[in-house]
């Protein structure tokens, strides 16, 4: 994502488009009232003569919709906005659909409550991410070889290769495991073209290790820089639980995911241990921030995008809490979300 232009007083940001974490982080920025403002096409004002308006094309101009409503599902590459006709060249009132691609497009977004802080501070950190590196990662084992990208609202999972028959009986067994072995090979190349690009394999046992050995002798610069570690798993399961212990976040520090998932398990931590640092549910939270007792609060981006939680964010940023708006795209943001997807670190104890 790129900032543009930012008009803090009239609430207004002028944002190109970049990646689909710039969608994610776009989805949780708008409201119903906001005015959205991008290329379009539609078909040319009517003339009033149906025969010849059916043989129109649509033409390009830019659009500016008041949101009614915005639809997104993790992984697709385009937003959809649809509200009423505000500004542009034609049709005013009638209601059209913008659809928002990460392809560099530029966008203009009027916040109809005005821009706060925490809207600020996610449109930096999707600024800050434009230039990281993605992390590309492969869970294998004697099942199958399953390939993901770690984004900003979860695991992007590419494909999976299976495995095929490669038990120690099976005739044959030991030309399957070179195919299979050669397919995952190919599928890296194909999905890690850059070497600069972070790479981690995971997987039960030794066969993690015997994959990458093969791999450096048949494409050396796929795997290059590659980090190896065990899970008792491989597929997703793997691929969570290498999130879970940590192993990304050292990989990849700055990257949200890891960030999401660190907040939370120190949540949950704390709750479980029962000394009163830890609080959830809306009466609770708000309980805490009014006392000054919330250090950190998490918020679920399907919480923040409801509206509902506006003024205990306005009254968490006055109180000098952190805020953390957490995806509920990964399991850390699963677990959040199923526990009403608003909860508070606290300072203190309350009673």
């Known amino acids: 994502m790129r900032l543009l232009r930012k008009e803090v007083g009239e609430g207004v940001l002028h944002l190109r488009i970049d990646s689909l974490d710039d969608l994610w982080t776009l989805r949780n920025l708008l409201s119903p009232g906001d005015r959205v403002t991008a290329d379009t096409t539609r078909t040319a004002e009517s003339t009033g003569d149906k025969v010849r308006e059916a043989k ?28 009423p006709i505000e500004t542009g060249p034609q049709d005013h009132g009638r209601f059209h659909t913008l659809v928002l691609r990460a392809d560099g497009m530029d966008v203009v977004i009027e916040k109809r409550a005005g821009l706060q802080p925490w809207h600020l501070r996610q449109v930096e950190q999707a600024v800050a991410a434009t230039d990281s590196p993605q992390l590309l990662l492969l869970a294998i084992d004697d099942s199958e070889a399953q390939f993901a990208i770690l984004k900003s ?46 790479f981690v394999v995971v997987g039960p046992g030794w066969w993690r290790e015997e994959f990458l050995e093969y791999a450096r002798a048949k494409a050396p610069g796929a795997v290059a820089g590659a980090v190896s570690e065990g899970t008792a798993q491989g597929g997703r399961t793997g691929l969570q639980e290498a999130l879970r212990r940590g192993l990304l976040s ?75 708006v957490v995806s509920s795209g990964h399991d850390a943001g699963e677990q959040l979300d199923r526990m009403g997807g608003l909860a508070a670190l606290l300072r203190f104890p309350l009673p």
């Open 56 to 83: 129109m094309e649509k033409r390009a101009m830019r659009l500016g919709v008041r949101v009614e409503t915005v639809e997104w599902h993790d992984f697709d590459d385009h937003l959809r906005v649809l509200g």
């Open 153 to 198: 609202y979860g695991l992007q999972l590419l494909g999976s290769l299976p495995a095929g028959g490669q038990g120690k009986r099976h005739e044959g067994a030991a030309k399957a495991k070179e195919q299979f072995y050669a397919e995952a090979t190919k599928s890296l190349a194909m999905f890690r073209p850059d070497p600069k690009v972070p």
């Open 250 to 324: 050292r990989v990849s520090k700055e990257h949200r995911v890891a960030s999401d998932t660190a907040i939370v398990e120190e949540f949950l931590s704390r709750v479980a241990k029962g000394t009163g640092l830890a609080t959830y549910g809306p009466a609770d939270v708000a309980r805490s921030v009014a006392a000054g007792a919330a250090e950190s609060l998490l918020v679920s981006d399907k919480v923040v995008r409801s509206g509902s939680v506006d003024d205990l964010l306005r009254q968490a940023e006055a109180a000098r809490c952190a805020i953390h």
